[in-house]
Every structure is written in C-alpha cells, then in structure tokens.
C-alpha cells in the first residue's frame, strides 16, 4: 500500500468527492455520534449537499479551495474553504471560511486531517486580511479541542438545518 497523496482537487474527482463526502457524515454523524436524523431529512440533505452536480459546481468556484487525500486512487479524506457564510454579525464574505473537513474512518490515525487542516489554514490566510471561521457542530468536543489548539475559539451558535432536522453548531474564529 503506497503512502497517501494530498493534492488539489480536480473536477475529475466530483464523483469520488461527492461519495466520500456523504459516506464521511453518515460515519460521522450518524454512525459515530448516532445523531437520530430522520431518514427523509437525511436523504435530503445528501442529496442536496452532496451530490455530484453542487460538488462539480462548488469545485469550479473559484473563490473556494478544495484539496483531497488519495492512495492507490481511492479518496481519503478532503477540505474544503472559502468565502465566510456563517451567521455571525462580524463574517463578511470577504474573510475566509473551513467549511468542510472529514476523513473516511478507514483513513482515520493517518495523519490526514492534520495535513489537510495545514494546508486550508495556509490558504485561508493567504485569501483574507480578517479572521478565520469554523463551523463545527456542538458535541463534536475533539473538533472543538483540534481548532482550540489551532487558536480558534467560540464567538457563537447557530442552527445547521440537515433536512427539516436542526443541529447546533458552534461558530469559532481565529484573529
């Protein structure tokens, strides 16, 4: 097994990246947390979020950067920034925003997540002159705990709709 490549992505891996992203959360959220989406909110929110056609389109936004982890041509692990749009009076579109950051669980321990936080971190910075914004949702405390040491902490809440189901969610700034 040859060591994992990170790399930005390209518009080839939508498909890949729309997979990984909904088998990601449903490890995540569902699996791991057992949050008790209801099904139909849960399919909706898949459907909507990550499907191929909105990852094809969020891919050719310029203003965002993704970046994927892959070894033997298999997707890993992925980030993605951009453009802050969280609810929070002090956002402005003109900060920068980790919007997604998740690891297949058979990718998990590898170093990963670190790698690619790296690197949105980098980007973030270079593509704003104000803070740095995290959603993160409430009871994901290692999350929390990996952003706290990468100096972001808790400025607010606010609900995440998955379907018709709301999550709270955390916003966290650095600067």
Excluded: C
């Excluded at 909507?48 to 965002?64: I, N, R, T, Y």
């Amino acid at each position: 097994m040859t060591e994992a490549l990170i790399r930005p992505a390209r518009f080839g891996d939508a498909a890949a990246l729309a997979a990984l992203a909904r088998s990601t959360f449903v490890e995540t959220f569902v699996e791991g947390f057992q949050i008790p989406y209801p099904a139909a909110d849960l399919a909706a929110y898949l459907a909507k979020a990550f499907a191929a056609e909105p990852v094809e389109a969020a891919l050719l936004d310029g203003a965002q950067a993704w970046w994927v982890a892959e070894r033997d041509g298999a997707l890993l692990a992925f980030a993605n920034a951009g453009p802050m749009s969280l609810p929070h009076d002090d956002g402005r579109p003109t900060h920068a925003e980790l919007r997604r950051l998740y690891v297949a669980r058979s990718a998990q321990g590898l170093g990963l997540g670190t790698r690619l936080l790296g690197l949105a971190l980098t980007w973030m910075q270079d593509h704003t002159g104000g803070p740095l914004w995290i959603g993160v949702w409430s009871g994901n405390e290692k999350a929390q705990r990996l952003y706290a040491g990468h100096g972001f902490e808790k400025v607010g809440q606010y609900k995440y709709p998955v379907g018709a189901w709301y999550d709270e969610e955390w916003i966290l700034r650095r600067g």
